[in-house]
């Protein structure tokens, strides 16, 4: 390198380069890095590469130039990986000069999207009707909840060890008479309120009114509060 009259620095652009792929993959696409001058005479210059996995050419030249770089993923395991490129001139006041490099090397894995919450692969509804505690023990042996609903004006004993095992309460009717009920405006005061009333003030239950559910079996009409 005899040029006695080179440029005061080196430019390079861009100061850092970013590659993805994916592990077991195709190698990425060389990148560019352009080497400029801060002046208006060449100069001589030599690089060296910090990572096994990274490649440029040329190795030599002088400025202005336009190197490639490129990335072997071969044998490399998913992660992030980070390299450098270093620049030498005697005659710049700004070298050693270093561009870096990173490679992002992702797993070689399908990806799909969930529809299901927590992406699990579906979901299961399970509900005990009448205060009956049945599957109770399976239900928690396995990991699962379910909404276990009462008639009547009290609640089950076991209903807030119930709830405290993760299951929902829910509601029904104070009886399964429809008869009971004088019309859409009895249903309410006379069916409904008391038997969600046993429910949240028999069991450790939020009362919410507007979200239970509550069904007459007997003529088929459901009705949401």
Excluded at 95 to 114: E, I, M, R, Y
Excluded at 188 to 201: F, V
């Amino acid at each position: 390198m005899s040029d006695t009259t080179g440029p005061d620095a080196i430019v390079l652009f861009p100061a850092s380069l970013v590659s993805n792929s994916i592990a077991g993959m195709n190698s990425p696409p060389s990148q560019t890095l352009h080497v400029l001058p801060e002046g208006s005479n060449a100069t001589a210059w030599d690089l060296i590469t910090y990572a096994p996995w990274l490649q440029v050419l040329p190795q030599s030249g002088a400025v202005p130039a336009d190197v490639s770089v490129s990335i072997n993923t071969s044998g490399l395991s998913p992660g992030v990986y980070t390299g450098k490129i270093t620049f030498t001139s005697d005659m710049v006041t700004n070298c050693p000069h270093t561009a870096g490099v990173t490679l992002v090397l992702n797993p070689n894995v399908p990806v799909k999207v969930s529809t299901w919450r927590g992406a699990h692969n579906g979901a299961m509804s399970v509900s005990v009707d009448d205060g009956w505690g049945a599957y109770f023990d399976n239900l928690v042996r396995n990991g699962f909840t379910g909404i276990y609903v009462a008639n009547g004006t009290i609640a089950p004993s076991f209903y807030p060890a119930f709830y405290s095992a993760g299951i929902d309460l829910g509601g029904h009717t104070a009886s399964h008479n429809c008869a009971a009920a004088p019309g859409e405006a009895g249903w309410a005061p006379l069916e409904i309120e008391p038997n969600i009333k046993a429910i949240c003030t028999q069991t450790p239950e939020p009362c919410h009114p507007a979200a239970w559910r509550n069904e007459c079996t007997n003529c088929g009409k459901r009705c949401v509060l």
